[in-house]
Nanobody, 126 residues
Framework: VQLVESGGGLVEAGGSLRLSCVVS????????IGWFRQAPGKEREGVSC????????SYADSVKGRFTISRDNAKNTVYLHMNNLKPEDTAVYYC????????????????????WGQGTQVTVSS
C-alpha cells in the first residue's frame, strides 16, 4: 500500500487549500482513509476520515464546518478541502489507511492506522 499526498503550501489566514492523497495497492471497500496533522512540538492528531465504500465521514471538532473530506474511487484519491484556514492549522498533513472496517477507525486514533504517506506541509500565515 502506498499513499502520496500533495497540495500543501503557504496560504494567508482565511484562505483555502485542497490536499490530495493518491492511494495504490488498497481496495476502496469498507475501509478508512484518514487525514492527520502534526505541528512542531505537538502530537499527531486526527483531522478527518472517510469510509471509502459509502462516503461516511468523521471530523475533529477543530475543523468542523471548515474542512471537507471527499473521495474519487475511480482515481483512488481522497481529498481534504480546507477553507477559512487559521494559523493554528499549520502542520504537516498526512494521509493514512488501514484495512479494518471504518467503524473501528472513525475515531481517528493514529495508532490504529497502518499505512502512511510522507506528508505535505501546510503553513498558514497571520
Amino acid at each position: 500500500v502506498q499513499l502520496v499526498e500533495s497540495g500543501g503550501g503557504l496560504v494567508e489566514a482565511g484562505g483555502s487549500l485542497r490536499l490530495s492523497c493518491v492511494v495504490s495497492g488498497f481496495t476502496f471497500d469498507d475501509h478508512a482513509i484518514g487525514w492527520f496533522r502534526q505541528a512542531p512540538g505537538k502530537e499527531r492528531e486526527g483531522v478527518s476520515c472517510i469510509n471509502t465504500r459509502d462516503g461516511e465521514t468523521s471530523y475533529a471538532d477543530s475543523v468542523k464546518g471548515r474542512f471537507t473530506i471527499s473521495r474519487d474511487n475511480a482515481k483512488n484519491t481522497v481529498y481534504l478541502h480546507m477553507n477559512n484556514l487559521k494559523p493554528e492549522d499549520t502542520a504537516v498533513y498526512y494521509c493514512a489507511a488501514d484495512f479494518f472496517p471504518f467503524a473501528a477507525l472513525k475515531s481517528m486514533k493514529s495508532n490504529d492506522y497502518t499505512y502512511w504517506g510522507q506528508g505535505t506541509q501546510v503553513t498558514v500565515s497571520s
